[in-house]
């Protein structure tokens, strides 16, 4: 059994190297899909919605690390020298209230998607860990929407 639930979430990135107009730092009002896919438990579900929720928001806005939360966060590839200059002014107090996520892709709504598919697996793991072998929960689809037409799918 399969189930879907949704979660909006605003986030700047850039695609550095890229030769279009995404080549500069701008936003998107994201929205997730994420389905998980397992067994029908004892209290007739596959897992509780408020569980799925707590893994994903822990991920987005919620995280007890707000360094690693995505929620307002300014999303960038390691490589990019924005990351050590908007650090360094938030070290220096220059730029306060900031976050800054660097990943080791460009942060694509394709990279993003199978970024997110493991990090809620980690989570669903982490919350589910009482579960018994062959009940565990698996993430089996996460899609991404940078807008209202545009979006991607990772699949297993």
């Known amino acids: 059994m399969k189930i879907t639930k949704e979660y909006r979430f605003e ?7 890229h030769p279009g107009a995404c080549r500069y730092l701008h936003g998107h009002s ?3 899909e994420v ?3 397992g067994p029908i438990n004892p209290d007739g579900m596959v897992v509780d919605f ?6 994903v928001k822990n991920i ?4 007890s690390d707000h360094h690693t939360a995505f929620d307002h966060a300014t ?8 990351v050590d200059w908007l650090l360094k002014g938030i070290q220096d107090k220059k730029i306060p209230n900031m976050r800054i996520i660097s990943l080791p892709s460009h942060p694509t709504a394709e990279f993003m998607a199978g970024h997110f598919a493991v990090l809620v697996q980690g989570k669903l793991d982490e919350f ?8 565990w929960l698996r993430v089996v689809r996460v899609r991404l929407w940078e ?5 991607a799918t990772w699949e297993i």
């Open 50 to 55: 408020g569980v799925l929720s707590d893994a």
């Open 128 to 135: 589910c860990e009482n579960y018994t072998p062959g009940d």
């Open 147 to 151: 807008t209202a037409k545009a979006h």
């Open 75 to 82: 999303i960038l590839k390691d490589t990019d020298p924005l």
């Open 30 to 32: 994201y929205k997730l």
């Open 60 to 63: 987005l806005n919620m995280s």
């Open 11 to 17: 986030a700047a990135h850039r695609l550095m190297d």
């Open 35 to 37: 389905t998980v896919k």
